[in-house]
């Protein structure tokens, strides 16, 4: 079975504001995905660092909406550990930023398939490291993956 993580972004993209096609095309990706876990055909994995981003949105309905969402899954949660730092200082000098790194070494902390985004920058980024993981975005795993 595959082993995937999500990101944050992945979380509020279904929420988002459809301003074009694009945006729309993800979001239903996303949602596919969702209901694959749900039919226990993968599964996804979560961290704190998504609980933390998670805590962070300012946007009252949207946050409501995307906690919901988060809160009706029953994800299977990767603690932290003391390791998730090291890796995290590795993958700052990718140009990764801070709190996408924690992404990244929970889900290769746990050898999961992949990582998906919307974050077009992080996936670029983590081309540039050597990643124990596929970053992809939730498009990409519908088309090549599922």
Same mark, same amino acid.
């Given at each position: ?12 993209? !279904?929420?988002?504001? +459809? ?31 998504? =609980?933390? =981003? ?68 992080? +996936? ?11 970053? +992809?975005? !939730?498009?990409?795993? +519908?088309?090549?993956?599922?």
């Amino acid at each position: 079975m595959l082993r995937i993580y999500l990101d944050n972004c992945c979380y509020n993209r !279904p929420f988002d504001e +459809i301003r074009n096609e694009k945006i729309k095309i993800e979001s239903q990706a996303v949602e596919e995905i969702i209901g694959k876990f749900v039919k226990k055909e993968i599964q996804i994995f979560t961290s704190g660092a998504i =609980e933390f =981003e998670l805590s962070r949105i300012s946007e009252g309905s949207k946050k409501r909406q995307v906690e919901d969402l988060y809160d009706s899954l029953d994800l299977l949660s990767i603690p932290y550990t003391n390791n998730l730092d090291k890796r995290v200082d590795e993958l700052e000098e990718y140009n990764i930023h801070f709190m996408d790194a924690y992404h990244i070494a929970y889900a290769e902390s746990k050898n999961l398939d992949y990582l998906l985004t919307v974050d077009k920058k992080l +996936i670029n980024a983590s081309k540039r490291g050597s990643l124990k993981i596929k970053v +992809i975005s !939730p498009v990409e795993f +519908i088309m090549e993956v599922i």
